[in-house]
């Protein structure tokens, strides 16, 4: 493999002042061959092949890898740049990964990768991918987007042992601030998405078919905006100890201090599309039940449960429940409710307003409810209706990737 020029080596060439342009290489484990340059005509090998020759280092800010179809291995990367440098697929391309590590770094972009153990040699246990979990510093500007990642795609034979021991998908780790996480498919997992940085974004992504959590948030700052949650797996009475939650939060450091800041906007968590699921279990829709939490704003959120907890905020302070609608699947015995709930005693002065949901428990000090009404088929179909149109004109409404539609609303039950 033909080594790059470090930047370091550029700057002494020509002078600290010449910035060098961005360069595009392309990697192919078709084509590719060891002693290739990385243009079009001569591609390396695979990314896998790329780090491991320690390559790495002689990337610029700006560059960008393209990786053609085919098996690119389990990659590792780190490293800080000035501008971001992409990894993304060829146009067209299906380009595969068994395992993606960011382990620290700045401006790291991936993009239109296929990642799965399910496309490796060996099994391993523990998250698809994970975003700066190493440190001791911060890493930042690092975005995964349009990525389909799975743990497997056929799960007909899986009972409950293969659901409990599933891969969890993306685990956006604590070293990382602003970690961005878009439009993603994740599928066939234990966890979906655990954001455990400052200030991370996961907007636009996909869960579908997990048996703990769908997407975690638990650090200051977080957003969590136009995801579906849906088709929760495994139940207590199969052995899952784990209260399932389409999206739940809680706190960072072990259960003490407070979390805030947090935005949960526009995201539709159904509990399961087909009556008939195999392995069927309840879930909780918000659930929100380790504070306090301060400052937070849920609002436009869409909820369709086999469970009490709708929406739940527990100790909430100051926080914003708006315009959400929550639904009781058909039939069940739990109505699920907007509500605001105590484990401490610290809840206080929030407002909730303009919701919809089958019930309303939000007796706590200093609570301002306005405009919250019964829902109906009606009023939840619609919402269901609005909510999707918001992601499906953002995001399309096939995942590019993954080639699976997002949601065929009105097939939930």
């Not at 799965?116 to 500007?141: C, D, H, M, R």
């Not at 450091?253 to 069927?280: L, M, S």
């Not at 708006?322 to 605001?340: D, G, Y």
Request: with cysteine.
């Amino acid at each position: 493999m033909k080594t790059l020029v470090p930047i370091c080596c550029l700057l002494a060439l020509f002078g600290a002042a010449t910035i060098a342009p961005a360069d595009t290489y392309h990697l192919d484990p078709v084509k590719g061959t060891a002693d290739g340059d990385g243009s079009a005509g001569r591609p390396w090998k695979t990314l896998q092949d790329f780090v491991d020759a320690r390559e790495v280092k002689g990337l610029k800010g700006g560059d960008t890898l393209k990786l053609y179809g085919g098996h690119h291995g389990a990659v590792k990367l780190a490293g800080e740049f000035e501008k971001t440098v992409v990894i993304e697929a060829a146009p067209g391309a299906r380009a595969t990964l068994s395992r993606l590590t960011v382990t620290s770094g700045k401006n790291w972009t991936i993009r239109g990768l296929v990642i799965s153990p399910s496309l490796g040699k060996e099994a391993y246990t523990g998250s698809i991918v994970t975003l700066a979990e190493g440190g001791p510093g911060e890493s930042t500007a690092i975005v995964l987007e349009d990525c389909f990642v799975f743990a497997a795609t056929d799960t007909a034979a899986w009972g409950v042992k293969e659901w409990l021991g599933a891969n969890s998908g993306i685990n956006s780790g604590r070293h990382g601030r602003g970690v961005v996480v878009r439009n993603n498919y994740v599928l066939n997992t234990r966890f979906g998405i655990t954001l455990a940085g400052l200030d991370a974004v996961c907007e636009g992504n996909v869960i579908s078919d997990f048996s703990a959590d769908g997407i975690r948030t638990t650090r200051d700052g977080q957003i969590v905006r136009h995801n579906i949650i849906k088709n929760v797996y495994v139940s207590d009475a199969d052995g899952d100890k784990n209260h399932d939650d389409g999206i739940q939060a809680f706190l960072f450091n072990k259960g003490t201090g407070e979390v805030k800041n947090v935005q949960v906007v526009g995201n539709i968590i159904i509990n399961r599309e087909d009556a008939k699921q195999k392995w069927p279990a309840t879930m909780q829709g918000i659930g929100f039940f380790d504070g306090p939490l301060v400052g937070f704003s849920v609002t436009d959120n869409v909820v369709l449960v086999d469970h009490w907890h709708g929406l739940s905020l527990y100790d909430a302070q100051g926080c914003t429940i708006a315009r959400n609608t929550v639904q009781t699947m058909t039939p069940s015995k739990m109505k699920a409710w907007i509500m605001l709930g105590t484990k401490q005693k610290l809840a206080k002065d929030n407002v909730v307003k303009e919701n919809f949901a089958p019930t309303f428990n939000l007796k706590q000090p200093g609570t301002v409810s306005e405009v919250n009404k019964p829902v109906s088929e009606a009023i939840y179909g619609e919402a269901l209706r609005k909510a999707y149109g918001v992601i499906v004109e953002k995001y399309g409404e096939k995942h590019g990737t993954a080639e699976r539609v997002r949601l065929v609303v009105g097939a939930e039950k």
